[in-house]
């Protein structure tokens, strides 16, 4: 299911970084340093806590949190978000990200690169597969799907990446 | 801005539009990109056949019962801290938006972005709030692109598929400031992004259409691809969605077909970009997303269609699949149909929306070559509707109850009538068929071609005016298959 889930991935031009438990905190810190290593908009999760991934960056990179009392002010300035996932789907190669207060929405789509962590153990064979099992849990005030990097067709309906949301994806899974 | 002043495809009825867009050599070159898409819905059907069922089943199952549902979703959306408002027409629609938006912005303008929505531009939306003075962004590129032409979207999926690159560049320029709008497509995509994005990130109030509302947990689905409707729903103080009332699905969970149904039709994606779930307004102690989320549910006499053979149309999903495959759309493109809702769904829509007041030629203009029921992904017999229509309104008591805003249609007349009548008499007895047929052809062989090419006469002149009428062969098939039959004994 992994694979499947890589190769979808790939497929929507998402960057796949694969890696095992121990090296999540340098993968995302070569994720972060490739993307420009900017501001960083860190967004939480369990995962994110259990990999120690704001411990680990937190020294090498500015880190924008989301208690920050400017927070919304300094996100536009972000070079990049980072966020973990909730849920993915391995045939169309999509994470899903739960709204939290940990985890606002807008960092995954204000900055112009998107950086996602995501433990295997949260991906589904695919969406309706998860959008049926979420259905019968409490559902966060927003849950977005995203597949690869924002894009548009509207210019004589040939792809171009980036018009509004992140012009690049890199999702580190951890299995 | 959005008064619709940029005449793309000039003329006062469909004909003549679609005369126009015929000898427009620049639309016609825009609209060859169109063939991306010729086969995306044919491809999409033939990997998922079940889920084509199964989506069919499911939006059908609101539909006769739809009251019932809206109030259990209104009541869902609520529970979730949604405000729900109703509306019957467009414009108490577009009044209880004003009122929302008057109520976040008490002191000065609202600035307001929106993301790409039909049901917006059918209840004509961003020119009302203009007209209050409030400063409007459609967001999603095409659409940007026909607002700042001031023209209206030509295709539900891509606005502004009528538009070249060069005019597509040109139209952008009138907003440059001076500054160079690049000829190259990611160039340009990227001074779009910068162009943009203070305005995205300075917006009051956000508003978005929904692509599917669940009933059973109050949840608003939208599906996107560029990320503004992302900034629509996680950065604005206040968000308003606009949902015509057949969005109503029963279960949230039916969404995890309906949506891969609907992105494989529409763009030939397994998944858009972004799909977004929103349960209610932002909660506790989140930093984003709006503090009040409104949903405004749209009649404009949908729910009389309830009972009626127009039900089925209420099942829509707006992929645009219907669009893309039709011959006549992919000639003429939407300006020529001048209405919200174009292509073959559009023909039978409007009419019914508005009563026969708008659109009452649509139904017309049609070959009936029911390309547009085989490509539709959740079962819509339009081509059936077509005719039904059709005959609908022609009639003095149609199946979609109340009057005819404007009458009769202009040839509905009792010539025309007989002729149908003496024509269908005909054809249901072999003898008819064939004596007709057989004269039919001896005549149109004797006056040959440069006749079926133009013909004089009253009954046949429109028919070829736009095209030839073929030379029949000088023996039917039935003939040629008697006497093979005959030869093979």
């Known amino acids: 299911m992994i694979e499947r889930l890589v190769d979808a991935l790939e497929a929507n031009r998402c960057t796949v970084r694969r890696c095992d438990q121990a090296q999540v905190v340098s993968t995302v810190a070569t994720a972060l340093a490739e993307r420009g290593a900017g501001l960083v908009a860190f967004a939480d999760s369990a995962d994110m806590q259990r990999h120690g991934v704001l411990d680990g960056i937190v020294e090498r990179f500015d880190v924008l949190l989301p208690h920050d009392t400017r927070w919304r002010e300094r996100l536009p300035e ?17 994470l899903a990200l739960a709204a939290a207060p940990g985890s606002p929405r807008a960092v995954s789509v204000v900055p112009p690169a998107h950086v996602c962590v995501l433990d295997a153990a949260r991906v589904e064979a695919d969406f309706a597969t998860a959008v049926t099992r979420l259905a019968r849990e409490p559902l966060p005030s927003a849950l977005t799907w995203v597949t690869g990097p924002s894009r548009t067709g509207d210019l004589e309906m040939q792809l171009t990446y980036g018009i509004h949301g992140p012009l690049t994806v890199d999702v580190v899974v951890v299995t | 801005m959005t008064e619709h002043h ?55 199952e609101t539909l006769p019962d739809l009251d019932a549902w809206l109030d259990r979703l209104d009541a869902a959306l609520v529970a979730a801290g949604a405000v729900v408002h109703r509306a019957d027409t467009p ?33 004509e939306l961003g020119a009302a709030l203009e007209e209050a003075g409030h400063d409007v962004l459609e967001s999603d590129l095409g659409e940007y692109i026909v607002q700042v032409a001031g023209e209206r979207p030509s295709h539900m999926i891509t606005p502004a598929i009528h538009k070249t690159l060069d005019q597509i560049q040109g139209v952008l320029s009138t907003v440059a400031a001076g500054d160079a709008v690049p000829s190259d497509r990611d160039g340009l ?47 604005p103080r206040v968000q308003i969605a606009v949902m015509p009332v057949e969005k109503v699905v029963a279960r949230l969970a039916d969404v995890g077909d309906l949506v891969p149904l609907l992105t494989s039709h529409a763009t030939g994606q397994r998944l858009t ?31 009389r269609l309830v009972g009626t053979p127009y039900e089925e149309m209420l099942a829509c999903i707006r992929c645009g699949a219907c669009l893309n495959v039709c011959p006549v759309y992919r000639t003429t493109s939407g300006h020529a149909y001048d209405t919200t809702y174009t292509g073959p769904m559009g023909k ?31 079962g819509i017999p339009l081509a059936d509707l077509l005719v039904h229509l059709r005959s609908d309104l022609r009639s003095s008591a149609p199946s979609f109850t109340g009057p005819l805003v404007d009458g009769e249609p202009p040839d509905a007349t009792g010539l025309n ?35 079926t090419s133009r013909a004089p006469f009253p009954l046949v ?17 039935r003939d040629e298959w008697a006497a093979k039959r005959g030869g093979s004994r």
């Open chain 2, 348 to 378: 039978v829509l409007t009419p019914l929306l508005d009563l026969g007041a708008t659109g009452s030629d649509l139904p017309f203009a049609s070959t009936l070559c029911g390309a547009c029921t085989e490509a539709c992904p959740v």
């Open chain 1, 78 to 94: 972000a070079a990049v978000g980072l966020t973990g996932a909730d849920v993915a789907a391995a045939a169309e190669g999509a």
């Open chain 2, 461 to 477: 002149r429109g028919w070829t005016r736009g095209r030839d009428l073929p030379v029949p062969a000088r023996r039917s098939c």
């Open chain 2, 6 to 60: 940029g005449i793309v495809t000039p003329g006062r009825t469909f004909r003549a539009r679609a005369a126009s867009a015929v000898r427009d050599p620049q639309l016609q070159r825009a609209l060859r990109n169109l063939d991306r898409r010729y086969r995306t819905a044919g491809e999409a059907a033939a990997r998922q056949p079940e889920r084509r069922e199964q989506a069919a089943r499911v939006r059908r």
């Open chain 2, 189 to 235: 995509t990227s001074w779009a992004r910068e162009h943009l994005r203070p305005r995205l990130l300075a917006a009051d109030v956000g508003i978005t259409g929904v692509n599917f509302a669940a009933a059973d947990t109050g949840t608003l689905v939208l599906v996107t691809n560029e990320g503004n409707g992302r900034y629509c729903t996680a950065w």
């Open chain 2, 273 to 303: 970009t972004y799909v977004t779930m929103m349960t209610g307004p932002r909660r506790g102690d989140e930093i984003d997303g709006p503090e009040a989320l409104h949903v405004v549910f749209v009649d404009h006499n949908r729910r």
């Open chain 2, 417 to 451: 009538r007989a002729a149908w009548r003496l024509w269908a008499r005909a054809w249901s007895s072999e003898r008819g068929y064939r004596a007709t047929t057989g004269t039919a052809r001896r005549v149109v062989r004797m006056l040959g071609r440069r006749w």
């Open chain 2, 91 to 123: 414009s108490s629609a577009r009044a209880i938006v004003q009122a929302i938006v008057a109520e976040a912005m008490p002191d000065r303008p609202a600035r307001i972005v929106k993301s790409k929505s039909m049901a917006t531009e059918e209840i």
